[in-house]
T-cell receptor, first 116, second 114 residues
């Protein structure tokens, strides 16, 4: 069965600090897909990034970067020079190729608070 | 603007009073799904639909019904709501019914059942 663990329940940083959100996943499938979503205080879920299991190339997009390591089953997310607007709950999610219903399995989320 | 919309955004109701939460997408997506979000339990899938007239149960379907008569709409029906269905509900859609596709979520519906 697939499982996603986000061990950090809450993180609090001061503006301009770098912060890394951890995500560890479990799957028996060799083909799977990983996602990060952001849920700001307004409540909506915003898609940030998708990675497939064959693509371990890490990515940087502005202040965001992602580190995917199959060897440790981790898909961590880093925000550089954090800003108050980054305050949100961040969810890591997993989808296996063979999962019926394209179901996303979510971690429990990490509440990030960026203080001015 | 490409989006998934849900109505109502907030609803307070009483036990046993039938209600429908609507979901609509304007992206011609094949796949649509409903999730509920609860503290400590994360997001869990309720029902999904691969295409018009094709629906199936997710992880927590008890107490819910869905229908997909048109491609753009996927309403969630609670025939006899109970307090344990108090939750934040999200509708999602993706272009195709494959797990590679990104699911885009609606703004959420916060439901309280008294």
């Amino acid at each position: 069965a697939q499982k996603v663990t986000q061990a950090q329940t809450e993180i609090s940083v001061v503006e301009k600090e770098d912060v890394t959100l951890d995500c560890v996943y479990e799957t028996r499938d060799t083909t799977y897909y990983l996602f990060w979503y952001k849920q700001p205080p307004s409540g909506e879920l915003v898609f940030l990034i998708r990675r497939n299991s064959f693509d371990e190339q890490n990515e940087i997009s502005g202040r965001y970067s992602w580190n995917f390591q199959k060897s440790t089953s981790s898909f961590n997310f880093t925000i550089t020079a954090s800003q108050v607007v980054d305050s949100a709950v961040y969810f890591c999610a997993l989808s296996e190729r063979e999962t019926s219903g394209s179901r996303l399995t979510f971690g429990e989320g990490t509440q990030l608070t960026v203080n001015p | 603007e490409a989006q998934v919309t849900q109505n109502p955004r907030y609803l307070i109701t009483v036990t046993g009073k039938k209600l429908t939460v609507t979901c609509s997408q304007n992206m011609n997506h094949e796949y649509m799904s409903w999730y509920r979000q609860d503290p400590g339990l994360g997001l869990r899938q309720i029902y999904y639909s691969m295409n018009v007239e094709v629906t199936d149960k997710g992880d927590v379907p008890e107490g819910y019904k869905v229908s997909r008569k048109e491609k753009r709409n996927f309403p969630l029906i609670l025939e006899s709501p109970s307090p344990n269905q108090t939750s934040l509900y999200f509708c999602a859609s993706s272009l195709r019914t494959v797990s590679t596709d990104t699911q885009y979520f609606g703004p959420g519906t916060r439901l309280t059942v008294l």
